[in-house]
T-cell receptor, first 114, second 111 residues
Framework: DSGVTQTPKHLITATGQRVTLRCSPRSGDLSVYWYQQSLDQGLQFLIQYYNGEERAKGNILERFSAQQFPDLHSELNLSSLELGDSALYFC?????????????FGPGTRLTVT | AQSVTQPDIHITVSEGASLELRCNYSYGATPYLFWYVQSPGQGLQLLLKYFSGDTLVQGIKGFEAEFKRSQSSFNLRKPSVHWSDAAEYFCAAHNNNDMRFGAGTRLTVKP
């Protein structure tokens, strides 16, 4: 158990809909990262927040957005969903920011868009 | 473009045999390098990482990796594989707030 929790575990929704994925980092970790894992694209970094501020952006679509709240939990919002958005979405957390920080991954949220 | 390549999609080894998983990176400067393992239905777990210094890095679960600058490689090794090592292994590189992963190598362990 990494100490990172993600809810829900599974989500099934229809195209065009909007969903919110939630992540609670390990106690004391200030950084939260979001990743998407799909058969087509593999594992891709989406976005990172550090202590409430956006720190780095990867291959995140404009239809997707994220935020980190004062209690350090984070939410990833996916809107106008397409079939291709079906994937496993991971959250990771680390104590610090930057490449030196070890990231601890949550179990993921499996999103199915029908 | 920056990239991480894992040439082997799937590897099968017998229990007790040695293992080497290949990873090559393409970056202007040497990035931070990582190996992660993902068991079915689980998130990723860090096995080891390389930032600088000794090019042979020891990790958890008996894994090690060797950084070779001349070959832009960071191959993962284990002298004797256990059935519980069956999983997907990802090589990753981090540079300038950009983390990239290889496509992964699925390891099957034969009894």
């Amino acid at each position: 158990d990494s100490g990172v929790t993600q809810t829900p575990k599974h989500l099934i929704t229809a195209t065009g809909q909007r969903v919110t994925l939630r992540c609670s980092p390990r106690s004391g970790d200030l950084s939260v990262y979001w990743y998407q894992q799909s058969l087509d694209q593999g594992l891709q970094f989406l976005i990172q927040y550090y202590n409430g501020e956006e720190r780095a952006k990867g291959n995140i679509l404009e239809r997707f957005s994220a935020q980190q709240f004062p209690d350090l939990h984070s939410e990833l919002n996916l809107s106008s969903l397409e079939l291709g958005d079906s994937a496993l979405y991971f959250c990771a957390s680390s104590e610090a920011s930057g490449g030196l920080a070890e990231q601890y991954f949550g179990p993921g949220t499996r999103l199915t868009v029908t | 473009a920056q990239s991480v390549t894992q040439p082997d999609i799937h590897i099968t080894v017998s229990e007790g045999a040695s293992l080497e998983l290949r990873c090559n990176y393409s970056y202007g400067a040497t990035p931070y390098l990582f190996w992660y393992v993902q068991s079915p239905g689980q998130g990723l777990q860090l096995l080891l990482k390389y930032f600088s210094g000794d090019t042979l890095v020891q990790g958890i679960k008996g894994f090690e990796a060797e950084f070779k600058r001349s070959q832009s490689s960071f191959n993962l090794r284990k002298p004797s594989v256990h059935w519980s090592d069956a999983a997907e292994y990802f090589c990753a590189a981090h540079n300038n707030n950009d983390m990239r992963f290889g496509a992964g190598t699925r390891l099957t362990v034969k009894p």
